[in-house]
């Protein structure tokens, strides 16, 4: 291995740029290429001894020329591709990013140059197909080239920028498509990188009138739950999910809501997948909201009370099983408050056509009476050897406390009264009295 890394950082010029070619052959020969890895070059060494059983290939290479046994080692060693895998040796990423990088702000120069003179062809009188075939050349090789350097740097902008201004000449779908498996294919190997999924964004934008838009948006929500599957915590992923649900229609919203909800409950610490659902959730309420006929947005508003009291139960049977998880309780923040705001006072105006609570304000109560049950329960410390018991009874009570200034201020509904807000002040004092200046303020507001 030590004799791979000394021809690695021994070799030329020439040859970094003869492996850059390598490389772009194999994507050129392989469209299909759904993963890529940098990986070390004795893992591509054991791929390689364990293709030559027959099921894998690794000669990527063409010999035309006469090598040594090191210069054959060398450049077989640096990919491995099979089974429309891809592994790039990460002894050679240096000189194939020098070697990708110069090759693409070359042709970079001459696209601006081409570009320039195709414009002069275009307003003038004569139409030279010479020139036309050129350009076409040239914008081809920026494609190849920015490939390759975005495969071995996602987060070159001037390669994606210069994609974008080629895509956006040309309106094509087919080279739409091919952005959003390069993009894929980068996110396999880097799928935190925000060019990449902002360039996904960019594709869908240019997609929006198309007849496929629909499944394209079933397929995003595929790969982000893949990545994040992969990828804890992937705030980037899930933001992009969320981007999605403006092109979405009711019925999509609620098969997302409905397919998310296996993936939530699995990984009740990722906060971003229930900030997902919380997008879902708004956007079918705004959409109901912008309904203009009175009866139909009423049985819309009703409709959407029953899925925000399924997930308000769904969230209650999560808090008592995962104990001490923070997530779940600023979903059920959102829920509660959202909740109160937008539905309930929804409802109230549509029982006596004023701003007053009426009937809504029963069920309003009755909501309250409930999560302040659930606040005793979950605020009992049954074992102080743990901390989630604690982390769960300070979260409780954070949350009573939310609720409270939230209602009072907004709807003028006391949570609780002094003897309740002593109680909250001296279960906070004792189990989180580092913060015993933040809980006396709130208390007294």
Known sequence: MAATTTNAAACSEEEAFDILDQLIDILERDPLIDEVGF??????????EGANTGSRSTEVFQKDEVLDNNDVQKKRWAFWHGDHKLGISTHFLP????????????????YRISTEASKKQMDGDDQD??????????????IRHSKALLLLCGDFGTAWNTRKHIGTSKQNLLLFMDELQLSTLILSVAPKTECAWSHRRWVIKMLAGSANLAEILEQESLLVEKLAEKSKMNYRAWNHRSWLVSYMSKQQMLHELA??????????????CFHYRRRLMLGML????????????????ESLSVVW???????????????????????????????????????SILDNGEATLGHAGNRLSMFVEHELR?????????????????????????????????FSGRLRIQV??????????????????????????????
């Open 129 to 142: 197909i010479g020139i036309s075939l050129a350009f076409s050349k040239i914008e081809m090789e920026v």
């Open 374 to 406: 659930l606040h005793h329960l979950c605020s009992s410390v049954q074992d102080s050897e743990f901390d989630d018991y604690i982390k769960q009874a300070v979260l409780s009570a954070a949350y009573i406390l939310h609720l409270h200034m939230q």
């Open 309 to 347: 009291k399924e997930e308000l139960d769904w969230n209650e049977i999560l808090i008592r099983r995962y104990i001490g998880r923070e997530a779940l309780w600023l979903h059920r923040g959102f829920l509660s408050i959202c909740w109160a705001e937008k539905l309930i006072g929804y409802f």
């Open 286 to 301: 705004d959409n109901a909201m912008k309904e203009q006929d009175l009866i139909a947005r009423s049985a819309e508003v």
């Open 259 to 272: 397919k998310s909800r296996n993936w939530a409950g699995l990984h009740v610490a990722d906060n971003s």
């Open 95 to 110: 000189l194939l990013y020098v070697a990708a990088k110069h090759k693409f702000m070359a042709s970079c120069m001459k």
């Open 39 to 48: 990986v070390h070059p004795s893992q591509i060494q054991a791929l390689s």
């Open 416 to 445: 609780v009264d002094k003897r309740q807000a002593d109680d909250l002040r001296t279960l906070l004092h004792h189990v989180c009295p580092e913060k015993n200046w933040v809980w006396d303020y709130f208390l007294q507001t």
